[in-house]
């Protein structure tokens, strides 16, 4: 595929804009969400630590609500010596107890107290505190159970579906929702003796509500897990309570202390994840905030939007000047273009005035002096040359008039008969054949018959000279015979066998002439003879001087002939004409010509 100068200037002007422009959104872009993806790190590492803080305090202020009663030193005497013998005013300061502590924190949905002296037990539902119940299977509780072997006074159960404790609260369906329930052991302060355990229900608002300031709705994810990765709170809240059990918290896990994010690709989530441990006493719980990509990168992404918005604007402009200066670049070169193949056509002439004052303007004026330039030596030369050719040609023809030779032969061969001389006749008939056929100027393309036809009479002449000593054969195809080629080749390349290959007298002297068509459209002719040939280096000498000329020194040896030959049909035939010569020294000389079946017949006339 050929590559204009118009379409070589048009993509080398868009790349060089399409290039840098596209090189430096491409980097524009890789800053920017670097430093996005930095910032977003660094600032929200720093919000989620405040989070973490705020949760840890109020989770601690909740989780020590038990300690007050320390202080409250009725409760504690009915703690240690249990509701009896004073039922009724040891049952009030229970009472007391419980609902001064519900009313201190708006979230708290439940509350169980259990007296172990007596195993007594107490629960505080909105407010409604029940009547007392015996729990002589606390200890099938499991957080009860582990209070008893735990060093600490309180443990978290992880956000679970409210239930009765003891089964001495009415919990409507309805109102069954998920709490966060803090266990906390009472014991005989100094002593570890056990005196009962007081559990807090919470509603997860305040947890929700710190949590919604550390991220987006809709755009962010929170989770916060306990040390057994329980999602305490999400912002997907069909998660709250689960086990987290995805991959990405299993990397957070197992990364060390000191790394704060990570980026993270799967087929749920693609993002960056920032994560903090909180410090004692929830060591082992984990805030996690993750960030899809599409979210921290949508700033970054208008802006590049944008910058190829401007870019494609940019490009169409500059399509439009590309296209414009190389239609004004290459218009004068078009012309120029098509005046040189009206040159090669044989039209000398150019049909523009100017192509502008520029250096194409320059080119075009030398053109078109170079243009004239040939006009006149055609005029000068070649038709003089061409003149001069016809004049000599005229004076050679009035030499002889060809009218009085044909009527001269023909009294000859007249005499002849009449004085039984047939074979007197015969020749001359050939005789006459062959000047009729090579005084003929007005054809210079014959059909193969015509060639084959004036090479036999001359073959016949040459039968009458040998006798019996000389014999010939034609067997050429009828498709061939009725092919055109160009006048005068054969007959020539006969006579070299006489003039060289019969040169000295042989036994029995032969000429074979074979011609066919060839597969692939090629016409083969073949003169074959069985003269005395030529050996290896006069072989190489000939071929040589037919490939690249005979000098002038040279113009009488026998292969100028051969070299008119081939030349000639170079040029009919365009240099698609191909001669092969083969020969061994005493054992004759073979020529072989290949040539097109079509022939141009103006060439020869022109």
Known sequence: MQWGIRKKLIIFLMLVTVLPFGSSIAITYYQTTTSLNN????TNHDLIVKGEEELTVYLEDVAQMSSV?????PFMNVMRDGLLPN????????????????NTRPEIEQMHLYIDKGKDSYTNYHSRISGRGKYYSIFSHPYYSRLTRSEGFSLIEPPHEMYSYNNISVIPNSEKKNVLSFHNILRDVPSDKLLGFLSID??????????????TKDMEDLYIMDEKGVIIYSS?????????KEQWFGFVKKETASSKSTEWKDKQFAGVIVYDKFSAPYKNWYIVKRIPYHVLYQGARETALINIMIGIVTLVFVLIATMFVSFKITAPIKVLIDNM?????????????SLGNDEMGMLGRHFKLMIAKINDLIEREYKLDIENKESQLRVLRSQINPHFLYNALQSIGTLALKSKAVPVYTLLTSLSKIM???MNMKEDIVPVISELMHVKAYLLLQKQRFDEQFEFELTVSKEVQEIYIPKMILQPIVENCFKHGFEQKIEKASIQIDGRLLEDGLVCITVKDNGIGVNVEQLDRIRQELIHGVSREEKQRETIGLKNIYDRLQIYYTNQAQMTINSHEGCGFTVTIQFPKDIQKEVGHS
Do not use: C, H, P, W
């Open 236 to 244: 997907n809240e069909s998660m709250i309570g689960k086990e987290n």
């Open 87 to 102: 039922l009724n005013a040891n049952q009030e300061e229970v009472r007391r107890a419980l609902a001064y502590l519900f």
């Open 69 to 73: 009663l320390y202080r409250y030193t």
């Open 202 to 215: 919470i509603n997860l608002s305040k947890i929700s509500a710190i949590a919604s300031r550390l991220f």
């Open 39 to 42: 910032r977003f790190v660094s």
């Open 341 to 353: 193949k009206k040159v090669e056509q044989g039209a000398f002439e150019a049909d523009f005035e």
């Open 436 to 438: 009729r056929y090579s």
